[in-house]
């Protein structure tokens, strides 16, 4: 499996800490990556941080996304508001295959208070792993929310 995949990762104060961990497993791997913040648990503002990563995915400068905040669900609502993200908070392995697998998910969220840091490495490992399906099904499903997103 492609391991030149070039990952864009953030955190708030929430995710601080996980943020960390994952960093050491993408090391670990070998995958490219780059950390946007925040670089401390000073308490900073998670928005800022899924529209820097969301950002970076949409220009082409990286192919995913990681986001993690307290819950991950602060990070998700803020990366999915950019035109071209699609933001999969998962807690368990199963919803991580089925967001590649099926959604095409290119930004993973977690929450650094929800999971311990075991689980996440286990979540981030299925999700960078999993290449998106190609059925039919998905792409028209995907393409209904790209066309919804564009003005009428
Ligand atoms: C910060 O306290 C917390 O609200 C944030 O990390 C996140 O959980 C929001 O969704």
């Keep these: 499996m492609s391991k030149v995949k070039r990952i864009a990762i953030a955190s708030d104060h929430g995710g601080y800490e996980l943020k960390n961990e994952i960093i050491n497993y ?4 070998d995958y490219i990556y780059k950390d946007f913040g925040s670089y401390d648990t000073q308490t900073v503002h998670y928005p800022d ?6 950002d970076a995915i949409v220009n082409g400068e990286y192919q995913y996304g990681i986001l993690i905040c307290g819950t991950g ?3 998700s609502i803020a990366a999915n508001k950019i035109k071209g993200i699609r933001a999969s908070l998962c807690h368990d392995t199963f919803s991580a295959r089925m967001a590649r697998e099926h959604n095409n998910a ?6 650094g208070r929800v999971i311990g840091r075991g689980l996440a490495r286990e979540i981030v490992k299925v999700w960078l792993l999993t290449e998106f ?3 039919s099904r998905h ?6 929310i ?7």
């Design 133 to 135: 399906s190609q059925e």
């Design 26 to 29: 993408l090391k670990e791997m």
């Design 139 to 144: 792409i028209i499903r995907l393409q209904k």
């Design 146 to 152: 790209t066309d919804m997103q564009k003005p009428c």
């Design 73 to 75: 669900i602060g990070m």
């Design 49 to 54: 941080y899924a529209f820097k990563v969301g």
């Design 106 to 111: 290119n930004v993973l969220t977690m929450g």
